[in-house]
């Protein structure tokens, strides 16, 4: 499938300009937001959160911490303080309410870099990926915790770009987004979307949360989809879309139940036919396909020629 250089055109056509783009507005505010939360302290002396998107304490008595974090804490052998654990319930209860992956669209700092290396792949007709195997990045998860094992340290915050932009963003450590950079790099011409969908251990973590999470992207309004692939263009991890977008002669249920989605929202906005929205997975029913037409079997066999002569026997 060949992307389409500029996927959103239709939609605004449609439903106009906020329609089309809200939720990538929504979830740039929301980046910003996070990042303003630790920024304050140091640019202007207002300290509403101390620490990294790993662990931080916020108006000094909420704390947060990376679940994932936590575990490779237990991992290393090192037992959390009560604030850390009490941190890492928090936000995998809260995680477990928003999605998993919401995280890595609405919070993550490279997801801008992530979503700008995309945008520049369709606009310069880059279409040569490189094929990662889906399952690598779970391996990567292993790899983590096997290195937190061996090394006694939380070995994934030693390297991990996320944390490295954060601070380069919060208290001017340049040196540190190297590694976003590569990963730009990297998503721009080796693979779409490579580090985000193919090799971040963290998101992949967050990912099996999503197996569960209460709120996702349902296409309830399926039958209206014209077929146009620009979901696919846009969405960070396309193979989410098909089960529920086209799962209806199957029995499938319209709503999105991967963990990879990252209920980023872009195929609510480029949709020009209103086919998907938020929605709950417990609302994962699917209507029947049976036609109404047809009489039950229970029926045919009630009006046959047969039954009526021993009923009348």
Not at 279 to 302: E, K
Request: hydrophobic share 50%; with cysteine.
């Amino acid at each position: 499938m060949t992307a389409k250089a500029r996927p959103y055109l239709e939609a605004r056509a449609e439903k106009g300009l906020w329609a089309s783009s809200r939720f990538l507005v929504l979830r740039r505010i929301s980046q910003l937001f996070f990042l303003a939360l630790f920024i304050s302290g140091p640019l202007f002396g207002i300290w509403i959160a101390k620490g990294t998107l790993a662990a931080s304490m916020t108006f000094g008595v909420l704390p947060l911490t990376d679940p994932f974090v936590l575990l490779q804490s237990l991992a290393a052998r090192h037992w959390p303080e009560a604030t850390s654990a009490l941190g890492a319930v928090i936000v995998l209860v809260g995680y477990l309410l928003l999605g998993g992956r919401s995280y890595c669209a609405w919070v993550c700092p490279v997801n801008p870099v992530a979503d700008l290396a995309a945008w520049l792949r369709r606009r310069l007709g880059i279409t040569y990926t490189a094929k990662v195997r889906p399952e690598l990045r779970l391996y990567f998860v292993g790899a983590v915790l096997a290195a937190s094992v061996l090394s006694g340290s939380i070995a994934w915050e030693l390297i991990n770009p996320v944390t490295a932009l954060h601070r380069a963003l919060v208290f001017g450590l340049w040196f540190g987004a190297g590694g976003t950079a590569a990963i730009f790099v990297f998503d721009l011409l080796v693979a779409k979307q490579g580090w985000c969908g193919h090799l971040c251990p963290v998101g992949a973590f967050y990912g099996q949360i999503g197996k569960v999470a209460l709120l996702r992207v349902a296409a309830d309004d399926r039958a209206a989809c014209n077929d146009c692939m620009d979901c696919f263009a846009v969405c960070p991890e396309p193979h989410v879309i098909s089960p529920a977008l086209k799962g209806e002669r199957s029995g499938a249920g319209p709503v999105i139940t991967s963990g990879d989605c990252t209920l980023c929202g872009a195929c609510i906005d480029v949709c020009s036919k209103r086919v998907f929205n938020l929605s709950l997975r417990a609302r994962n029913g699917a209507p029947s396909t049976q036609s109404t037409t047809m009489p039950a079997p229970a029926a045919r066999v009630a009006s046959s020629p047969r039954s009526s002569e021993r009923v009348t026997s």
